[in-house]
C-alpha cells in the first residue's frame, strides 16, 4: 500500500477528523491486525492533535474529545490522532508535517511533547509550523516554564488567541544519538535521569510523587560521581560530580527549580553542576532541598550555575545515564555534546 495513503502508522486506531469519522478508502491486515487507510485529502488541514491516550490518569480519550470539542466551538478543525507505543508521536508529528499540517498540539506530559518536537524538528521545515502544548501527562515541567495553563479550556485559548513565537531548543549528540536528540526542557546526567527513570517505572503514582518515591529509593543505592572532562563554550576543565545538568526550562521532575534564571528565549542554556562529588545522604538531602527551593544559584561553595551555548561531557571509564526531557537518552554512553539552536521552533505560549 503506497505511503501516501496513510496519516500515520496505525491510523485505524487514531485517524478522526474534527467533525466526523473519515471513511477508509482501504481495508488489509498489518501484523495481523484490521487497519482502515484514509487518504490524507480526506482530512481537514487545520489542527493536527497528537494525544497519549493514557495521560490525564488513563482518561486521555476522554480529553482528546473534550479538546477536539473546544477548537470546534471556535470554527476550528481538529484531526486526533492517539499515540499507541513509545516514539509514535514522534512519528505522528513527521506524517502531519509530510500531509501539510501546519498546526501540531502535543496533549500529554513531556514526553509526548519531546517526540512531538522530535517530529517536527527531524523534518528539516520546522518552520513551517506552529506547535501548541495541552498538559495534561504526568510531568508538565516545560509548560511550566512557558507559562502555559494546566487548565485544558485555557491552554486551547491560548492557541487561538496568540500567534505563535520563536523559542530555543536544545540538540544532545551521543553514541546512541549521533544524529541528535531534540529537547526543550533539558538534559542531565547523575541523580537527575537516575529519579527520572526510576520514576518512569511506577504505574500507578504521577506527578510529584513519584518523583519523591524514586528520589527515596535512590537514598538507598548512594550512587558514586563520575569522573567528567567538560567543555563549556571551549574551556576545559575535570570534575568529580553526582550531577550535571543543561536547561533550557527551569524545572525538572515536577518540583526541582534547577534552572530559575532560565529563559526559554534568549539563546542560552542554563548550566548548573555540583562542585564535589555528595558522599553523605544528609549532604544529598541538603541539596536537594536547594533545588526545590531554587536556592543553589546562591550556594557558590557548594554549586555551580552558569550560561552556555555549548557543552561537551566525556567520561573517564564510567557510563552515564543521560536524559532528555525527562525520556532516555543513554543509559550507557561515555559522551554527550549539547547545543543551544535559538529560536528554532515557532511554540504557542503567553506574552
Known amino acids: 500500500m503506497p505511503d501516501r495513503l496513510s496519516i500515520c502508522a496505525y491510523p485505524s486506531k487514531i485517524a478522526e477528523n474534527g467533525m466526523q469519522i473519515m471513511f477508509p478508502v482501504a481495508y488489509f491486515m498489518f501484523k495481523r491486525e484490521p487497519i482502515l487507510w484514509y ?14 491516550p493514557n495521560a490525564s490518569k488513563g482518561k486521555g480519550r476522554k480529553r482528546a474529545h473534550d479538546i477536539r470539542d473546544l ?26 508535517m509530510q500531509y501539510g499540517y501546519r498546526e501540531i498540539i502535543a496533549a500529554g506530559g513531556d514526553g509526548t511533547v519531546n517526540e512531538v518536537l522530535n517530529g517536527i524538528m527531524k523534518s528539516g521545515n520546522a518552520s513551517s509550523v506552529a506547535m501548541g502544548i495541552i498538559p495534561i501527562g504526568r510531568g508538565n515541567d516545560f509548560a511550566w516554564a512557558a507559562g502555559i495553563p494546566r487548565d485544558m479550556e485555557k491552554a ?11 523559542v530555543d531548543v536544545g540538540i544532545a549528540r551521543g553514541p546512541e544519538h549521533p544524529e541528535g536528540m531534540y529537547f526543550l526542557n533539558g538534559t542531565g546526567i547523575g541523580f537527575e535521569p537516575m529519579v527520572n527513570f526510576r520514576a518512569s517505572e511506577y504505574r500507578h503514582l504521577n506527578g510529584m510523587p513519584s518523583y519523591i518515591m524514586a ?10 560521581p563520575y569522573h567528567l572532562q567538560v567543555d563549556i563554550d571551549d574551556r576545559e576543565f575535570s570534575l568529580d560530580t553526582q550531577q550535571f545538568s543543561v536547561l533550557n526550562g527551569r524545572r525538572m521532575g515536577s518540583a526541582f527549580v534547577l534552572g530559575p534564571k532560565a529563559r526559554i528565549d534568549d539563546g542560552y542554556f542554563d548550566v548548573m553542576y555540583v562542585r564535589k562529588p555528595v ?14 527551593r531554587g536556592s543553589h544559584v546562591e550556594d557558590t561553595e557548594r554549586f555551580v550555575y552558569m550560561n552556555a551555548r555549548k557543552i561537551r561531557l566525556q567520561a573517564s571509564g564510567d557510563v ?20 543551544i539552536l535559538p529560536g528554532a521552533l515557532r511554540l504557542y505560549k503567553p506574552a
Open 39 to 52: 487518504h490524507p485529502y480526506m482530512l481537514e488541514k487545520d489542527i493536527l492533535l497528537i494525544i497519549n
Open 71 to 96: 477548537f470546534k466551538a471556535k470554527g476550528r478543525q481538529c484531526t486526533v490522532a492517539y499515540t499507541n507505543e513509545p516514539g509514535h508521536a514522534e512519528r505522528l508529528a513527521a506524517k502531519g
Open 156 to 166: 486551547v485559548g491560548l492557541i487561538l488567541s496568540r500567534s505563535a513565537v520563536p
Open 215 to 224: 528520589f527515596m529509593d535512590i537514598l538507598r543505592r548512594f550512587p558514586d
Open 279 to 292: 558522599i553523605t545522604r544528609s549532604a544529598l538531602i541538603s541539596a536537594v532541598a536547594c533545588f526545590l
Open 320 to 339: 552515564m545515564q543521560i536524559h532528555c526531557d525527562g525520556e532516555e537518552f543513554s543509559r550507557s554512553g561515555r559522551w554527550v555534546e549539547c547545543e
